[in-house]
């Protein structure tokens, strides 16, 4: 079953914009994850961020996260057209580890 | 250096027919291996994970199986194919102590 859900599904911005994600779950995790697919690859790692952390920051990357609200963001500034893909969150519960359970994601267009 | 392959890259296969794919990982020892699969389109489900030789833990019901023979290779077969097994399989592999999950390029799985 599906524990993280992305918000919007589909993102259509202009190069040089920001792209925001966002990204809900229902139970009490361990930590939540972003990854980046580009059409018909694997999924690549790209952030973690623990449940007792609030922010994190990688490169053009920052991630959120409100363990009150089961819920994260995704920011990615100054966005370029390489970073069309689609993303996910995908969450490792309490009660699970070892396991992630993926959302349904975003797909984001980066216009030139 | 750590790498997954997994193979073959596209499949297509008629219904009723055996299947099997392999993924392996290079590069580390007794990692935790899982099975995905993604419908065209959508997140990622889980559908086997092991954390060593001949432990399989399966996550959704059907019609098919996995087996991990050595410790860094894990296999995904079944006997008999249905049109809903279509779909993008991805392999992926945890380090002991890590987080972030590699995954492997998938295989495009056609039932025809």
């Known amino acids: 079953s599906q524990q993280g859900e992305e918000d919007p599904q589909a993102l259509s911005i202009q190069e040089g914009e920001n792209a925001t994600m966002n990204c809900s779950y229902k139970t009490s995790i361990n930590n939540l994850q972003w990854y980046r697919q580009n059409s018909g690859r694997g999924l690549v790692h790209l952030i973690l961020?623990?449940?007792?952390?609030r922010e994190k920051h990688s490169g053009r990357l920052r991630v959120t996260l409100d363990t009150s609200k089961k819920s994260s963001s995704l920011l990615i500034t100054a966005s370029r057209a390489a970073d069309t893909a689609s993303y996910f969150c995908a969450t490792e519960s309490m009660d699970s580890s070892y396991k992630l359970i993926f959302g349904s994601g975003t797909r984001l267009l980066v216009r030139p | 250096s750590q790498t997954i392959h997994q193979w073959p890259a596209t499949l297509v296969q008629p219904v009723g027919s055996p299947l099997s794919l392999e993924c392996t990982v290079e590069g580390t020892s007794n990692p935790n291996l899982y099975w995905y699969r993604q419908a065209a389109g959508r997140g990622l489900q889980l559908l086997f994970y092991?954390?060593?030789?001949?432990?399989i833990s399966s996550e959704v019901p059907q019609n098919l199986s996995a087996s991990r023979p050595q410790d860094r290779q894990f296999i995904l077969s079944s006997k008999k194919l249905l049109l809903s097994d279509s779909g993008f399989y991805l392999c992926a592999w945890l380090e002991q102590g890590n987080y972030g999950y590699t995954f492997g390029s998938g295989t495009r799985l056609t039932v025809v």
């Open positions: 961020i623990r449940s007792n952390e």
């Open positions: 092991s954390v060593g030789i001949g432990q």
